[in-house]
C-alpha cells in the first residue's frame, strides 16, 4: 500500500467512476483499475462493486475511506509545515474559486502563478461558496475564495475585495449603468439567479425580503456564465458583480445598472487546522496584487481592495 494507491482510491471513491477519476488524475484508465487491484490483492479484500453505472464501495471500501482520508490529511499537514521552511515553491496546491470570478480573476491568476511557479501543481476548482467552504473544511482544498456570508468560525479568513452587484437585463430593459436602481425594485423583474445556498442568491433573496417583497426565480443555475447567456437572450434580469457579467456587456450584449447599498465581499479562507504552504501564500499574494493592478488599471468597476 502507498499513498498514491490510496490517492487514487479516495478519488474513485468520490467519482463513484473509475472513468470519471482517470480523467480528473490525468491516469490512463488501465493503470488507474491496476493500482486498485494491486491495493485489493493486499488487503486482501474488494474495495469496489464495478457494474456498467460505475462503481459502489463494499463495506471495506468504507472503512478504508476513512482511514485514508485521516492518513492523507496527515501527509499534507506535514508537506505543508515543511513546505514554510523551502525557499522555492513546490507541490500541490489545491484552490477554489467562485464561477463569478472566471474572466478578471481566476484565469489571469492561473495563469501567471503557473509561469512562476512551475514547481507547483495547481489543482483548481470551480464552485459556490457553500461547496468551496466545506471543502476546505474538510481538507480537499487548501484555500479558496468564497463570500463572506459564509460563517468563518472554523476558518482563518482574509476579506480581499467589496464588490458592488448590478442588475443585468436584455438590450431593451433600459438600465444605465451610471443610474443605481433600488433594491425594491428588483422584485419587479422577472429574475434568473442562482440556487441556494449560493452565496449571490442568499444575499439578493435576503435584500429582497428585507424590503418586504418576495421572489420566485423562474430559472435557477449555479453558473454565472449561464446565467448572462440566458439575459442576453432576453431571458430574465440577474444579480451578479461586474466580474461576471463584464463580457457580455461589454460585447454589447445586455445592459446593466448598479444596485444600490448591495455588495458582495470575497474573501480567502484556510482552515484553522492547518498551515498554508509557501506556495497558498505565494497565491495568496499574487490574488492581492493582480486585484490591485486590475483596480489601478480602470478595467474592474465597483470593485475595492480590502488589504
Known amino acids: 500500500m502507498n499513498l498514491r494507491q490510496l490517492d487514487y482510491f479516495v478519488k474513485i471513491a468520490e467519482m463513484q467512476s473509475i472513468t470519471r477519476a482517470a480523467n480528473v488524475l490525468h491516469v490512463a484508465q488501465p493503470s488507474l483499475t491496476r493500482q486498485i487491484q494491486m491495493l485489493e490483492h493486499e488487503l486482501g479484500c474488494l474495495l469496489f462493486i464495478r457494474s456498467d453505472k460505475g462503481v459502489k464501495m463494499t463495506d471495506a ?6 482511514r485514508a ?13 515543511l513546505g514554510l521552511h523551502a525557499t522555492t515553491p513546490q507541490g500541490d496546491l489545491r484552490f477554489g474559486v467562485p464561477p463569478s470570478l472566471f474572466d478578471l480573476l481566476t484565469v489571469p491568476l492561473v495563469a501567471e502563478f503557473s509561469q512562476h511557479y512551475a514547481d507547483v ?8 461558496s457553500s461547496v468551496m467552504h466545506e471543502m476546505v473544511l474538510t481538507g480537499k482544498l487548501d484555500t479558496a475564495i ?5 460563517p468563518m468560525g472554523m476558518m482563518r479568513s482574509r476579506d480581499l475585495f467589496r464588490e458592488q452587484l448590478y442588475l443585468a437585463g436584455p438590450l431593451d430593459s433600459g438600465l444605465q449603468v451610471q443610474e443605481e436602481v433600488s433594491v425594491a425594485t428588483l422584485a419587479e423583474h422577472p429574475l434568473i439567479l442562482t440556487s441556494k445556498p449560493n ?11 428585507q424590503t418586504g ?4 426565480p423562474h430559472v435557477e443555475a449555479n453558473s454565472a456564465r449561464l446565467l448572462c447567456k440566458l439575459v442576453a437572450r432576453g431571458c430574465g434580469y440577474t ?4 466580474t461576471a457579467v463584464n463580457e457580455e456587456y461589454l460585447a454589447g450584449n445586455l445592459l446593466m445598472a448598479p444596485v444600490k447599498d448591495l455588495t458582495v465581499t470575497w474573501t480567502l479562507i484556510t482552515s484553522r487546522e492547518r498551515t498554508l504552504s509557501l506556495a497558498g501564500q ?22 475595492t481592495a480590502l488589504e
Do not use: C
Request: charge should be negative; hydrophobic fraction near 50%.
Open 213 to 216: 417583497h418576495r421572489i420566485q
Open 146 to 150: 468564497v463570500s463572506n456570508a459564509e
Open 69 to 81: 482520508y485521516v492518513v492523507l490529511q496527515e501527509v499534507r499537514l506535514i508537506r505543508d509545515e
Open 121 to 128: 501543481r495547481l489543482l483548481v476548482n470551480e464552485g459556490v
Open 61 to 66: 471500501g468504507g472503512a478504508l475511506l476513512d
Open 239 to 242: 444579480v451578479l458583480p461586474f
Open 282 to 303: 505565494k497565491l495568496r499574494e499574487m490574488i492581492s496584487e493582480l486585484g490591485r493592478q486590475r483596480i489601478a488599471a480602470g478595467g474592474w468597476s465597483g470593485i
Open 199 to 209: 452565496a449571490m442568491r442568499v444575499i439578493v433573496e435576503t435584500a429582497i425580503e
